[in-house]
């Protein structure tokens, strides 16, 4: 059963505009959402990450948006450039005390390409 | 120069043999796991470690073994009893129970021939 649904799988978009991905997720006692970002051949780095108690999260060209009743989160890569493409993977733990927060659950990636 | 160090990068066995992947962190992170990577599956918790002399299974441990003899170490092998071995294995670590970041190192392509 898979916990984290990430859509799209590949998503193509010109030098300048925004990237839009979705995820979508199932166990509502996940309280931590990160994205990843893995360029070929290398490990993911976390890229920006968002808890519940805020609808949204910015960090430069990068924003997480956060629905917490419909259980779904995005990340938003405005003016997008041909660096930014890579894989980008959401991702949901719970956090809390006796190390229940032990395990992220990944969705399955997106292969973002940015033309320039 | 704090990281997570995993080697080798590149591992080619033949069928029948175990291999042993090495997970080093300098981080003095107290959790850590190992997680494998197929295209288009995402990544998938093979096992995890909380402490030292400690460690449990994820969603897809069968052929798989760890030891956490060392704080710093977290080495994974590849036992002849996982069927479909090639893939892209990476190690994470965490600071502790109260924080979430999980950091990623570089990876091993262990491919089978």
């Known amino acids: 059963q898979q916990q984290v649904k990430q859509s799209p799988q590949s998503l193509i978009v010109q030098k300048g505009g925004i990237s839009i991905i979705n995820c979508a997720y199932e166990?509502?006692?996940?309280?931590?959402f990160p994205w990843y970002q893995q360029f070929p051949g290398k490990g993911p780095a976390l890229l920006i990450a968002?808890?519940?108690?805020?609808s949204e999260k910015k960090e430069g060209r990068f924003t997480i948006s956060f629905n917490k009743s419909a259980k779904q989160f995005s990340l938003h890569i405005m003016d997008s450039q041909p660096g930014d493409s890579a894989t980008y993977f959401c991702?949901?733990?719970?956090?809390?005390?006796?190390?229940?927060?032990?395990?992220?659950?990944f969705g399955k990636g997106t292969l973002l390409t940015v033309n320039p | 120069d704090g990281g997570i160090t995993q080697s080798p990068k590149y591992l080619f066995r033949k069928e029948g043999q175990n291999v042993t992947l090495s997970c080093e962190q300098n981080l003095n992170h107290d959790a850590m796991y190992w997680y494998r990577q197929d295209p288009g599956q995402g990544l998938r918790l093979i096992y995890y470690?909380?402490?030292?002399?400690?460690?449990q299974k994820g969603d897809i441990a069968e052929g798989y073994s760890v030891s956490r003899e060392k704080k710093e170490s977290f080495p994974l092998t590849v036992t002849s009893a996982q069927k479909n071995p090639t893939a892209f294995y990476l190690c994470?670590?965490?600071?502790?129970?109260?924080?979430?970041?999980?950091?990623f190192g570089p990876g091993t392509r262990l491919t089978v021939l």
């Open positions: 470690s909380q402490i030292v002399n400690d460690f």
């Open positions: 991702a949901a733990s719970k956090s809390g005390s006796g190390g229940s927060n032990y395990k992220l659950t």
């Open positions: 166990n509502t006692a996940f309280d931590y």
């Open positions: 994470a670590s965490k600071s502790g129970h109260y924080t979430d970041t999980q950091y």
């Open positions: 968002i808890r519940p108690d805020v």
